[in-house]
């Protein structure tokens, strides 16, 4: 069936109220709970984690771990994109047309580099055939209800970066986001996404093409640079959002906003979850309290084995247990400190990703540094509890960082294949 009319890349653009701050498609990560939680802190638009398209379409126990009633509601969860990885046309129409109606578009997973990845060839490991990824695209540009969109990541020449982002385009993509980093930078080998040559595809490619940013956000200030230097629509974050969702705060310099303090934020978020629907929620919440109390269990590293061993399956009455103790060493850190003197958020010295370092208490969410010997973290923040004081060289680049996360939980969730 082909559709007679549907929105162009920009007229969808419009549509949906020209989103600046995106949340990344993240494998068990972008779920319902966290989506709504990003929304009320400035994500203007999100990504659902990767969906294995040829299990999504054929088994409904897959289906149901990843998908609910509520996923996709115009009240909570809108605008949306649902993002597959696939390597059959056919296959990935049929998972396509499972949630149509319930999202915005849907994108094609281009950049997963994991070994997974390269065994079921899809992700980047679809970056060698080009005439299969036109098809999957073209066939979903074709038949869906809605546009299809992609998510690319960068080969190291920029010429062929482009004229496979143009193939990318020609084949029905309406949306593009560029993750500015080869598919071999993961793991150790991470390293800084590339604005340049994101700012050199934007800039090849045509005028009104809708054309996001993705990688290397730390701070709400970062959002602005990065579309200043890339000149893209809106700028989509990961992992800045997974350990901070005050990232995408751009409307004030809100300090509760922009970097929520643990006791509160782990409160809301609980307390979201327990309104969704379906298990995918559910199944993400002890990684997400890892991650929101990063810096926070540095510190109080005695909760550290009590989440580790809090099964996800446990009755919410052990969660809100740990909920409760957060709050209440929260409470009594604001009770004990003349919190007026170190409750600041100041600018660091500006680091060699154009960005400026900020010292965040640590019982406020933040950014994930990892430090060059990989040993110790967020000691920049320890130092402003007054714990420790370090040399800033202590501190990596973002670069630095090991997405981790990035590369292991689509294996454990596509291992089927
Ligand atoms: C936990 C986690 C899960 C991810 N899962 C996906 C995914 O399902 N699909 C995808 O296209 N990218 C995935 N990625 C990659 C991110 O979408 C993003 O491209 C990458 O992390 C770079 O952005 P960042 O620098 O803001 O982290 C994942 C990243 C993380 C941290």
Redesign the pocket.
């Known amino acids: 069936m082909t559709v007679t009319k549907k929105y162009s890349g920009r007229e969808l653009y419009d549509a949906i109220g020209r989103p600046k701050t995106i949340v990344?498609?993240?494998?068990d990560?972008s779920e319902l709970a966290w989506r709504i939680l990003s929304r009320r802190y400035g994500a203007e638009l999100c990504y659902t984690?990767?969906f294995h398209a040829r299990l999504f379409a054929t088994e409904q126990k897959y289906r149901d771990s990843m998908w609910s009633e509520l996923d996709g509601d115009t009240e909570r969860d809108r605008p949306l994109i649902v993002?597959f990885c696939a390597n059959d046309p056919k296959i990935l129409l049929n998972a396509a047309k499972m949630v149509e109606n319930k999202c915005d578009a849907v994108d094609l997973?281009l950049?997963?580099p994991q070994g997974i990845a390269k065994k079921g060839k899809y992700g980047s490991f679809l970056m060698e055939d080009w005439d299969l990824i036109h098809s999957l695209i073209r066939n979903l540009h074709d038949n869906l209800n809605v546009p299809v969109t992609a998510?690319i990541r960068i080969y190291d020449d920029w010429e062929k970066s482009l004229k496979y982002a143009k193939m990318v385009l020609d084949a029905g993509a309406q949306f593009i986001t560029v993750?500015g980093r080869t598919r071999d930078m993961k793991g150790q080998a991470t390293g800084l996404?590339n604005w340049k040559i994101i700012k050199y595809l934007r800039d090849n490619l045509p005028e009104n093409q809708v054309f996001f940013a993705?990688?290397?956000?730390l701070y709400p200030a970062d959002l602005k640079r990065c579309e200043e230097e890339t000149s893209c629509d809106a700028v989509m974050?990961?992992?800045?959002n997974?350990y901070n969702p005050g990232v995408f705060w751009t409307k004030d310099n809100d300090v509760d906003k922009q970097f929520p303090r643990v006791d509160r934020i782990l409160r809301e978020y609980f307390e979201i979850v327990k309104t969704c629907p379906g298990v995918a929620s559910r199944h993400a919440m002890k990684a997400h309290f890892f991650k929101l109390l990063h810096a926070f269990l540095n510190v109080h590293k005695e909760l550290r084995p009590i989440i580790g061993k809090t099964s996800v399956h446990a009755h919410f009455d052990e969660w809100e247990n740990i909920v409760r103790k957060v709050e209440e060493i929260v409470e009594e850190i604001y009770q004990k400190s003349n919190i007026e003197e170190v409750d600041v958020i100041t600018e660091g010295e500006i680091q060699s990703w154009g960005g400026s370092y900020k010292e965040v208490p640590y019982w406020r969410c933040q950014p994930y540094f990892r430090t060059v010997d990989g040993q110790k973290q967020n000691t920049r923040v320890l130092k402003v509890a007054g714990q420790q004081d370090v040399s800033s060289d202590a501190i990596s680049r973002p670069g630095k960082r090991r997405?981790s996360?990035?590369e292991q939980?689509?294996v454990k969730k596509a291992k089927e294949e």
Do not use: D, R, T
Request: proline share 11%.
């Open positions: 990344a498609p993240m494998v990560q984690p990767m993002q997973n950049g997963c998510k993750h996404a993705n990688g290397n956000i974050s990961a992992e800045g997974l997405h996360l990035a939980e689509p």
